[in-house]
């Protein structure tokens, strides 16, 4: 199993490419996705689906055209389709892009499977309301989206972000992990299960 980071967007978010030996799947691409493709076909790697942690502009605005030259769905929460009808998700305020739409298909909390490798979905709200983290145990790896970052947790202040909700999301879905788990956030460095009870101090009580 490999995992390949791109910073994509105006707001530089990390997106994942997880892939085996002929098969992937992208989480969040968050920007123009050309990087992505061709990292793709120099691997000789088929995408079996488009993953989104959330449905906030800066973690999707590459969903619609890497779908088209991928043909894979593209998996979110349905808990989130508000957010497409608000700036959130589709930009267009502040200077950035107005996104077109795209296809999405609604994805449930539990165990499935992706490109041949088991994931836990997770539902973990906070810092918006269908936040989800997907967790690969044999790559040791949890997706976290904005849910976690190095030292600091997403921002609760944008609709659907609740400080009290996203602190229990950690808590009971990602502390619970292996403390060597590695957390991939959508902005920033990654880090660990462990690192973060012992130097989150958004989580002092660990």
Same mark, same amino acid.
């Given at each position: 199993m490999t995992i390949k980071t791109f910073n994509l967007g105006p707001l530089q978010t990390n997106c994942y490419v997880l892939s085996g030996e002929k098969e992937a799947v992208?989480? %969040?691409p968050g920007g123009n996705p050309a990087e992505v493709v061709e990292y793709l076909k120099a691997n000789n790697l088929t995408?079996?689906?488009i993953l989104n942690t959330h449905l906030h502009f800066d973690h999707t605005a590459g969903n619609r055209e890497?779908?088209?030259i991928t043909g894979a769905p593209i998996l979110c929460s349905e808990k989130d389709a508000d957010l497409l009808d608000t700036w959130l998700g589709r930009g267009g305020e502040n200077g950035l892009p107005l996104l077109d739409s795209y296809e999405w298909q609604n994805i449930e909390p539990g165990k499935t499977?992706?490109?041949?490798? %088991?994931?836990t979905i997770f539902h973990t709200p906070g810092h918006s309301t269908g936040s989800l983290t997907f967790y690969f145990p044999e790559a040791g790896a949890a997706f976290v989206g904005d849910l976690i970052f190095y030292r600091s947790i997403g921002r609760t202040d944008f609709p659907g972000g609740d400080l009290d909700v996203l602190k229990r999301s950690v808590t009971e879905h990602i502390f619970t992990l292996p403390p060597a788990t590695k957390l991939l956030s959508?902005?920033?460095?990654e880090t660990t299960v462990s690192d973060e009870q012992s130097?989150?101090?958004?989580?002092s009580e660990f």
């Open positions: 992208v989480i %969040d995408v079996t689906h890497l779908s088209e499977q992706f490109a041949g490798f %088991d994931c959508g902005h920033g460095p130097h989150n101090s958004f989580f």
